[in-house]
């Protein structure tokens, strides 16, 4: 779902930058299926010929200024009655099925099961212009071979193991519920609400929705912030865009407002919020280049590997997660976070002085001496994920040279990953290098690489 008040997702899009190349299109207004998209659009009261839908070849789908937009100005302004929300489901056919039922279903279940019954219709569907337009597939990392899955890196790989553990429990658990809409299926229902159907559904509704929350329905359970908006949703994100977006209950429609304005025939683009590449790639399916929030993730086993010589290891990583400071760690191209240089300074401290452990994660300083060892254990840490990036690249080109189309598009979309990934901890390296060449006044005790609890108290 789109951060900041709005985001759409859509498969991944193969973004080869070329330096000095300019951004070239090719129009989509024409075909069939974007001409019926938008006469569906306009007899539901859209009216905005600022943008049409274009292919470009860095980003894939977008939509393109057809004139200049100045700062400021309304990008999109997209109907109510243009939007798919669960009170649009709660009023269609499935309406009574969902009311009725015995239990309270969740609103992204209730949109999901639409979106699959809508696709199942075809032509007859009254939202089919928009079906039409949707991807058939997503290439978030679900979706994924598991030979691709098992090169990801690991946060992402675990996270994409999880959403596909969370769809098929959904698709488990309201068997009954599908099984109730039978009597407005053409076919079986086992052949409609099938695992594959609503994986399609979660992804549509999970990377293409903005986030809007709407009053809570007597009939359904939990948040309601998802809401489908078709065309709007082919808007590309790029990071260092400003774009303000809400709906606006005087005009009844869902507006964006860009913040710098677009010149005549360029991309119009959003922000779908301040993620980094890991998360874009697990929620969107695409890895966006330059991004300035991109991060490369340290997990708690990483670290326990780098320290195992640390014969307190167990009691601080306990006190770690007891103090919320065992997760979120991570690396840029700037140098450690200062959530992870402090945990290493924790790890830095020997058991002897534990009364001193709540102290540094308040942020006091350690001796120049554990100062250096923590900058030393950073490196070691760093190079240890490096040669598992090189090692996962190694596995990548390998699976390049056996794999079909698909797979390739997968494959491109991690290999993006991975060697943006490679950048970072290289560049982290040069920071930490510099730190540890500057004159210091205590150098540090090889020894205490790996045993900072055999060493004598600061």
């Not at 507006?255 to 697990?282: K, M, P, V």
């Not at 058991?351 to 994660?361: D, E, R």
């Not at 060449?437 to 900072?452: A, E, I």
Request: with cysteine; hydrophobic share 35%; net charge positive.
């Amino acid at each position: 779902m789109i951060g900041c008040g709005c985001r759409a997702g859509r498969a991944m899009r193969k973004r080869r930058r070329k330096r000095g190349s300019t951004d070239q299109s090719i129009s989509l207004s024409h075909q069939p299926q974007y001409v019926s998209l938008m006469k569906f659009l306009h007899h539901r009261g859209f009216t905005s010929t600022l943008l049409q839908p274009n292919h470009f070849t860095d980003t894939g789908r977008g939509l393109q200024a057809r004139q200049t937009i100045k700062p400021g100005e309304l990008l999109i302004s997209l109907p109510e009655p243009c939007l798919i929300t669960t009170s649009t489901v709660l009023n269609s056919y499935l309406g009574q099925y969902i009311k009725s039922w015995k239990s309270r279903l969740s609103p992204l279940l209730v949109l999901c099961v639409f979106m699959v019954c809508e696709r199942h219709q075809g032509e007859d569907s009254d939202w089919f212009p928009y079906v039409n337009v949707l991807p058939s597939f997503y290439t978030c990392p679900t979706y994924f071979s598991d030979d691709v899955i098992a090169v990801l890196p690991s946060i992402v790989r675990k996270r994409a193991l999880e959403q596909r553990k969370e769809v098929s429990e959904i698709h488990s658990a309201n068997q009954d519920f599908f099984r109730s809409l039978q009597p407005i299926l053409r076919q079986p229902v086992e052949e409609v609400f099938t695992y594959e159907a609503l994986r399609w559904a979660f992804f549509s509704v999970n990377t293409r929705s903005v986030f809007l929350s709407r009053p809570a329905s007597p009939f359904l359970s939990g948040e309601d912030v998802y809401v489908l908006a078709p065309f709007l949703d082919l808007l590309n994100h790029r990071p260092d865009v400003k774009v303000a977006a809400s709906f606006n209950p005087v005009t009844k429609c869902y507006e964006i407002r860009t913040a710098a304005g677009i010149q005549c025939y360029q991309q119009a683009f959003i922000n779908y919020g301040s993620h980094d590449n890991q998360r874009l790639l697990l929620e969107y399916g695409f890895v966006a280049p330059g991004n300035p929030h991109s991060v490369v993730y340290v997990e708690t086993d990483q670290l326990c590997n780098v320290l195992r010589g640390d014969r307190s290891l167990d009691q601080k990583m306990k006190f770690l997660k007891e103090n919320n400071f065992s997760h979120n760690l991570t690396v840029s191209s700037d140098g450690p976070s200062w959530r992870l240089m402090t945990v290493l300074r924790l790890f830095a401290l020997p058991q002897t002085m534990y009364p001193h452990w709540k102290a540094v994660l308040l942020g006091q300083a350690v001796s120049a001496e554990r100062e250096q060892w923590s900058i030393q254990i950073a490196q070691t840490l760093c190079q240890q994920l490096l040669q598992g990036t090189h090692a996962a690249l190694n596995k990548i080109s390998q699976l390049f040279q056996q794999c079909d189309q698909p797979i390739r598009e997968q494959l491109d979309a991690v290999n993006s990953l991975r060697q943006e990934e490679r950048g970072i901890l290289e560049s982290c390296l040069v920071v930490l290098q510099g730190i540890l060449r500057q004159p210091s006044s205590s150098q540090p005790d090889p020894g205490l690489l790996h045993q900072p609890d055999s060493s004598a108290e600061d």
